[in-house]
C-alpha cells in the first residue's frame, strides 16, 4: 500500500467543473471567435480605414492607361480573279497558322516598321531618355548627352504594352494596346493591324516577283533542252532508219505482214497435206477415192458421173428386152467401161494435183520462213536501235511536258500577281477608338475591391489575433480549457499614483473593484475541506505583475470587514510586496519567525486600513523554500489556524519559484491569480498541472485587471455598478 496520504476533496459548491477537454487550452468555439472579432472592432476599422486611405491614395496618384482593341479577320479571300476558276475552297487557317500570324504581329520588323512609321522615338512614354526633359536640356546644354535608345529598345517598350491573341476559337486576332493617351493608343493599334496586312501583300508580291523570275528562267533552260533533244531524236531516226508510217517503223511492219503471210502459208500447207492425206488413206485401204472431197467436188467428175448413171440406166432399161450380147447391150457396156476410166484418169489427175498443191504449199511456208528469219535478224540489230530512239523520244517528251507546265505556271503567276496585286488573307473587321474614360484603373471597380478587400484583410487579421491570442478573455474559456472552478474577475483599476488595489476596497467599498473581491470572498467562504470549512487560503500566480499580491491584501481586508478574523501573511521572500500594497514599512516577518528569531508578538502587526493582521515576509533566506517547507512552517500555520478564522497567504509566482509547491500542500485552497488576456493559456496549463500532482485539485481561477470594456464584447456575463445607499446611512 502507498504511504501517501489521501487529499480531501475541495468543493466550491456549485462551481466544480469536469475535467478539460480533450483538445485542451487550444479549443476555440466560433462563437467566441466571432465575440472576440467583435471586441476587436476598433482594429477592424482601423485596419479597414488605413486600406481604404491607402487604395485612395493609389487611385489619387496611378497614372492613367488606356486600353483599346483592333480585330484582324484571318481568312483567305473567296472569289479572287487568281482563284476564280479552281474547284477547291481555300484552305482556312487552323490553330497553328493562327498562333504563327501572332508571333508575327509581335516580331521585331514589324515592331521597328511601326516605331519608324509612326516616330515614337520621339514620344517620352516609349523613349525612357525623353522623360526627363529639363535635365536632358541642361545636360546637353554643358555639352552631355544621354544614353539614346535604338529602334530595337523601343520596339520592346512598345511591344511590352501590346497584347495579341487570339479571340475563343475564332479566326480573329485581338491587338490590345495600351498607353497612358487615348488618341496613341487608337493609332499604335489602328497602324499595326495596317502594317501587318501591308506586310502580307508586300510578302506575297515579293513571292510571285520571285515565282516568276524563277519561272522564266526555268522556261528559257528547258526550251534549249526541248531544242536539243527532239533534234537528237530526228538525227537518230534518220540515222537508224526508224521512219514511222502508221505509226510503226517500217521494220516492224514489215515483220507484222511476213508473220501474217507465214500464217496463211502455213495453213494453205496443212489444207492441201489434209487432203492430199485423204486420198492417199483411201487408197491404201482399197477403197474408191471416188468419195474423196477434192474428187467429189470436180465439175468434170460429177458430169462424167452423170452420164454414168444416166448410161446405167439406160442398160438396166435395156437389159429388160435384150440379151447382154446384143449389139446395143455391148456398145453400152463398151461406153460405161470407157467413161469409168475417164473418171479413173481424172481421179489420178486430181490426186496428183493434190500432191502438186502440198510441194507448192511446203515451198511457199519455207521460203516466207526463210524471209521472217532474215527480217528477225535484222530486228536485233534494229531493236537496240529502237530502245536508244524511245529513251531519246521520252526525253524530249519530259522536256516538253516540263516546259508546257512551266509555261502554263509563268502565265498564271503573271495573271495571279497583276490580279491580287493588293489582295491580302487578312483583314481588319474592327478597328480601335480612343476610349473616352480610362480602362485602368476603374475607379468604381477599385474601391468596390478595396472596400472587400479591406473588410477581407481586417476580419482576417482579427481572426488571427483571435484565434492565436495566448490569455483567457471570458469564463466560458477557463472552464473549458482548464476543468477548475471560476472563481470570478476583478476590474482593472485606473492607472496613476493613487492607484492602489487594496487601498481602493476602503475608499469605495460599494465600487466595482470591492464588488469583485466580495465575489471572490463568497467563493472562499463556500468553499469546503470534507465537513469544514477551508480556512488556509494560498493566492499565487503562473508569472511577475498579475495581481496576485492586491488581490490577496483586498481579500484580506474584505474578509476583515465581514466581521473574520483574518491575517495576511506575506511568503514571498524573494520580493516581499505585501507592505507596500498596505501602505506599511518593512518590518521582520516570517522569516524571523521560522528562524526563531522573533515571535508571534513580533511579527504579527495591525492593518493601518482595517482589522485584519498582517505578518510581513521579513528579511531574505539563503533558502526560502526549505524554510517554508520545514516543520516550523507547518506548526506556524496550524497555530494561525487555530487563531484566526482565515489565513490568506501571498507566495512567489509558480513559473518563478519552487515555493507554490510546498505552500499548497500545506493550504486548504489555492487560488491562482491568471491577468486576463496577457497569461497564455499553455502557462496556466502547466502550473495547474504542476498544482494538481503536489496536492490534487483545489485550485480555484481568477480573472485580473480585467478590463471591463472589452470585456463587454466578449461576454454578456460581466459585473455591474448596483447603486447602494451610503455607508453612514446604513450604519444609523
Avoid: C
Avoid at 496428183?352 to 528477225?376: C, D, F, H, T, Y
Avoid at 473616352?436 to 477581407?456: H, M
Wanted: hydrophobic share 45%; no cysteine; charged share 20%.
Amino acid at each position: 500500500m502507498s504511504n501517501t496520504p489521501s487529499v480531501p476533496v475541495v468543493s466550491f459548491g456549485d462551481r466544480r467543473r469536469s475535467s478539460p477537454d480533450s483538445s485542451g487550452a487550444s479549443e476555440v468555439s466560433p462563437w467566441e471567435l466571432l465575440r472576440g472579432i467583435w471586441a476587436r472592432k476598433e482594429l477592424v476599422g482601423i485596419s479597414f480605414g488605413s486600406f481604404m486611405a491607402l487604395a485612395i491614395l493609389w487611385l489619387a496618384t496611378v497614372t492613367p492607361t488606356y486600353t483599346v482593341e483592333t480585330r484582324v479577320l484571318l481568312s483567305p479571300r473567296t472569289g479572287e480573279i487568281s482563284s476564280f476558276d479552281t474547284e477547291n475552297q481555300p484552305t482556312m487557317p487552323d490553330a497553328e497558322t493562327l498562333q504563327s500570324e501572332i508571333q508575327l504581329l509581335t516580331s521585331r520588323p514589324l515592331l521597328v516598321r511601326l516605331v519608324t512609321d509612326l516616330r515614337l522615338d520621339r514620344e517620352p512614354e516609349f523613349n525612357p531618355s525623353l522623360r526627363d526633359g529639363a535635365r536632358a536640356q541642361i545636360l546637353s546644354l554643358i555639352g552631355v548627352r544621354g544614353s539614346a535608345l535604338d529602334e530595337g529598345e523601343i520596339a520592346d517598350n512598345v511591344l511590352s504594352k501590346l497584347n495579341v491573341y487570339q479571340k475563343g476559337t475564332s479566326r480573329v486576332i485581338a491587338i490590345n494596346f495600351t498607353s497612358t493617351s487615348p488618341r496613341m493608343a487608337a493609332l499604335v493599334a489602328n497602324r499595326l493591324a495596317e502594317l501587318y496586312i501591308a506586310s502580307q501583300i508586300e510578302q506575297k508580291k515579293s513571292v510571285n516577283s520571285e515565282a516568276t523570275k524563277w519561272l522564266g528562267q526555268q522556261i528559257e533552260q528547258l526550251r534549249q533542252k526541248v531544242q536539243t533533244s527532239e533534234a537528237a531524236v530526228e538525227a537518230f531516226r534518220s540515222q537508224s532508219g526508224l521512219f514511222l508510217t502508221n505509226g510503226s517503223t517500217v521494220p516492224q511492219q514489215q515483220l507484222t505482214d511476213i508473220n501474217a503471210q507465214l500464217t496463211l502459208a502455213e495453213a494453205a500447207r496443212a489444207e492441201a497435206e489434209a487432203k492430199l492425206q485423204n486420198a492417199r488413206s483411201l487408197i491404201a485401204s482399197g477403197n474408191s477415192v471416188n468419195s474423196a472431197a477434192a474428187v467429189l467436188q470436180s465439175p468434170l467428175i460429177q458430169n462424167l458421173r452423170q452420164q454414168e448413171v444416166a448410161l446405167r440406166a439406160q442398160i438396166a432399161q435395156m437389159s429388160e428386152t435384150l440379151l447382154p450380147s446384143h449389139p446395143k447391150m455391148l456398145e453400152a457396156q463398151a461406153n460405161l467401161a470407157d467413161l469409168d476410166r475417164q473418171i479413173e484418169k481424172e481421179v489420178n489427175k486430181i490426186v496428183q494435183g493434190l500432191e502438186n498443191e502440198s510441194l507448192v504449199a511446203s515451198a511457199r511456208v519455207a521460203s516466207v520462213r526463210k524471209s521472217l528469219i532474215q527480217l528477225q535478224a535484222r530486228m536485233g540489230t534494229l531493236n537496240q536501235d529502237e530502245v536508244q530512239l524511245r529513251s531519246l523520244e521520252r526525253d524530249a517528251a519530259t522536256n516538253r511536258s516540263l516546259l508546257e507546265s512551266f509555261l502554263k505556271r509563268y502565265e498564271e503567276a503573271n495573271a495571279r500577281a497583276e490580279a491580287d496585286a493588293s489582295a491580302a488573307n487578312a483583314r481588319i473587321v474592327s478597328r480601335a477608338q480612343e476610349p473616352s474614360e480610362p480602362t485602368f484603373p476603374k475607379t468604381g471597380a477599385v474601391l468596390t475591391l478595396a472596400v472587400i478587400a479591406g473588410l477581407l484583410f481586417s476580419l482576417i487579421l482579427s481572426f488571427l489575433l483571435e484565434a492565436f491570442a495566448r490569455g483567457f478573455r471570458t469564463a466560458e474559456q477557463v472552464e473549458r480549457a482548464t476543468g477548475m472552478p471560476f472563481l470570478g474577475l476583478i476590474p482593472e483599476l485606473e492607472s496613476g499614483p493613487r492607484a492602489n488595489p487594496a487601498g481602493d476596497v476602503m475608499r469605495e467599498p460599494f465600487g466595482l473593484y470591492a464588488e469583485a473581491i466580495r465575489g471572490l470572498q463568497g467563493s472562499v467562504l463556500t468553499a469546503r475541506i470534507g465537513d469544514r470549512r477551508a480556512k488556509t487560503v494560498l493566492v499565487t500566480s503562473a508569472h511577475m505583475d498579475e495581481g496576485k499580491t492586491s488581490t490577496a491584501a483586498s481579500l484580506a481586508r474584505v474578509l476583515a470587514m465581514g466581521g473574520y478574523k483574518t491575517i495576511l501573511v506575506d511568503a514571498d521572500m524573494r520580493a516581499p510586496a505585501v507592505h507596500l500594497a498596505l501602505g506599511m514599512p518593512p518590518q521582520a516577518g516570517l522569516s524571523e519567525l521560522l528562524t526563531g528569531q522573533a515571535s508571534f508578538a513580533h511579527v504579527i502587526r495591525q492593518d493601518y486600513g482595517s482589522y485584519a493582521h498582517v505578518m510581513q515576509a521579513g528579511g531574505p533566506l539563503p533558502n526560502p523554500t526549505a524554510a517554508l517547507a520545514s516543520a516550523q512552517m507547518a506548526w506556524v500555520l496550524k497555530a494561525l489556524e487555530q487563531t484566526y478564522d482565515f489565513v490568506i497567504i501571498d507566495s512567489p509566482a509558480a513559473m518563478a519559484a519552487a515555493d507554490v509547491q510546498v505552500l499548497v500542500k500545506l493550504t486548504d485552497l489555492s487560488i491562482l491569480v491568471v491577468r486576463w488576456a496577457s497569461t497564455g493559456r499553455r502557462v496556466v496549463a502547466r502550473v495547474l498541472k504542476m498544482l494538481s500532482a503536489v496536492s490534487g485539485r483545489r485550485v480555484g481561477i481568477l480573472l485580473t485587471r480585467v478590463n471591463l470594456r472589452r470585456y463587454r464584447r466578449y461576454s454578456d456575463t460581466v459585473i455591474e455598478e448596483y447603486p447602494a445607499r451610503p455607508l453612514r446611512t446604513a450604519q444609523s
